[in-house]
């Protein structure tokens, strides 16, 4: 049974840095791909940052490359994401998720989602 359950997620002024986490079970034997995903209201969920097991193809929304870093720690099972830079439109949801895939290689989408953890950002 895959459990996703995240944390991390808080207020900051823009310029601020935050990092998420999400505790992962169930997922490393069946996942070769795990991500984050955001969604800001009145907008459509989106692929943040993916990452694969074991490998170093990692892809990056154009919109965060050089402000977020996403990382794997295999021993742990938890997956992170570093925000840094962080500004008023990275504002949303964010979700943690596993067995992710990508349809004709255009956006991402994934198969198990955590609950969600709520990014604010300040002018």
């Known amino acids: 049974q895959v459990q996703l359950v995240e944390s991390g997620g808080g207020s900051v002024q823009a310029g601020g840095s935050l990092t998420l986490s999400c505790a992962a079970s169930g997922v490393r034997a069946s996942s070769p791909y795990m991500g984050w995903f955001r969604q800001a209201p009145g907008k459509e969920r989106e692929g943040v940052a993916i990452?694969?097991?074991?490998?170093?193809?990692?892809t990056y929304a154009d919109s965060v490359k050089g402000r977020f870093t996403i990382s794997l720690n295999n021993a742990k099972s938890t997956l992170y994401l570093e925000m840094n830079n962080l500004k008023p439109e990275d504002t949303a949801v964010y979700f943690c998720a596993s067995h992710c895939y990508r349809r004709n290689g255009g956006s991402w989408y994934a198969n198990y989602w955590g609950q969600g953890t709520q990014v604010t950002v300040s002018s």
């Open positions: 990452i694969p097991f074991g490998g170093s193809d990692i």
